[in-house]
T-cell receptor
Framework: AQSVTQPDIHITVSEGASLELRCNYS??????LFWYVQSPGQGLQLLLK??????LVQGIKGFEAEFKRSQSSFNLRKPSVHWSDAAEYFC????????????FGTGTRLQVTL | KAGVTQTPRYLIKTRGQQVTLSCSPI?????VSWYQQTPGQGLQFLFE???????NKGNFPGRFSGRQFSNSRSEMNVSTLELGDSALYLC?????????FGPGTRLTVT
């Protein structure tokens, strides 16, 4: 069965600092990988996705993620965090062909200090 | 295009009652998935409907059911509510391999 681990429950960064959120997955083959963001009381917004090809993918709001097969990781990065980035971030994995049935990590709550 | 809409946004029910939640996908999307989000269990997949047929199912008891109509709108039903069913229920519609989520229905069971 596929699984996703987000080892950091809560991260605090200063505005303008760089950010990296960790995500490790467990799956037999190369899964479809996603990062979503959720603001309080809201649904999930897709930041970026990886299916195949270039292992560095760009997303919305200045986010990027790098797929590393050898480490089974798909870490999310942003060079300079803005206060509006404070939210909860979820990494998710979907089996190829069934990306409408996602397995989510437990999420990382990002706090941004001014 | 309008996004995924879910109604109602908030709901309070009593143990033992049943509840029906509604989801309207983005126009043209034929797949609708449902997820339950709780602080303890996180985001868990309930089921997916495609062209009025359940295509995938998660590990939830039979009290949780759903259906999809010919216009792709979907409903999920929870019978005999338990306190542990209190959660945010999220609906997502899928285009290709991208899921777009609605704002959710916050269900509180007392």
């Amino acid at each position: 069965a596929q699984s996703v681990t987000q080892p950091d429950i809560h991260i605090t960064v200063s505005e303008g600092a760089s950010l990296e959120l960790r995500c490790n997955y467990s799956y037999g083959a190369t899964p479809y990988l996603f990062w979503y963001v959720q603001s309080p009381g809201q649904g999930l917004q897709l930041l970026l996705k990886y299916f195949s090809g270039d292992t560095l993918v760009q997303g919305i709001k200045g986010f990027e993620a790098e797929f590393k097969r050898s480490q089974s990781s798909f870490n999310l990065r942003k060079p300079s965090v803005h206060w509006s980035d404070a939210a909860e971030y979820f990494c998710a994995v979907g089996a190829p062909g069934t990306a409408s049935k996602l397995t989510f990590g437990t999420g990382t709550r990002l706090q941004v200090t001014l | 295009k309008a996004g995924v809409t879910q109604t109602p946004r908030y709901l309070i029910k009593t143990r033992g009652q049943q509840v029906t939640l509604s989801c309207s996908p983005i126009s043209g999307h034929r797949s609708v998935s449902w997820y339950q989000q709780t602080p303890g269990q996180g985001l868990q997949f309930l089921f997916e409907y495609f062209s009025e047929t359940q295509r995938n199912k998660g590990n939830f008891p039979g009290r949780f059911s759903g259906r999809q109509f010919s216009n792709s709108r979907s409903e999920m039903n929870v019978s005999t509510l338990e306190l542990g069913d209190s959660a945010l229920y999220l609906c997502a519609s899928t285009s290709g391999y991208e899921q777009y989520f609605g704002p959710g229905t916050r269900l509180t069971v007392t």
